[in-house]
Nanobody
């Protein structure tokens, strides 16, 4: 299984920015599809953004034009640049890898096999 480690979470004021990082350790080789999810207590984990082989990307409607997913040239780290943050973006953010389903279903928690421990993002109004 892949090992994922997130970093970069923290507390910001509304309108501020944060960049999350996810470092991937994998024995599988290649450039796996990866994604960022988020979860608040009492709610299901929801897909935020995904990056696939060839570096095509997908975003949830609620973060389009505010968040950007990318990865470094070595494909070992995935980033989530978050701008214009809103209090509603407050959540635990998780990195995921190993998409074992259709890219069309990337936003479903069940589409990914491996998960990091999460990093907390808090946006104050």
């Amino acid at each position: 299984r892949d090992h994922l480690e997130e970093s970069g979470g923290g507390s910001v004021q509304a309108g501020g920015s944060l960049t999350l990082s996810c470092t991937l350790s994998t024995s599988a080789g290649g450039y796996p599809s990866m994604a960022w999810f988020r979860q608040v207590p009492g709610k299901e984990r929801e897909g935020v953004a995904a990056i696939f082989g060839g570096d095509s990307t997908a975003y949830a409607d609620f973060v389009k034009d505010r968040f950007t997913i990318s990865r470094n040239s070595a494909k070992t780290t995935v980033f989530l640049r978050m701008t214009s943050l809103e209090p509603e973006d407050t959540a635990m953010y998780y990195c995921a890898s190993y998409l074992h389903g259709s890219r069309m279903s990337w936003y479903l928690e069940t589409s990914f096999r491996d998960w990091g421990q999460g990093t907390q993002v808090t946006v104050a109004s």
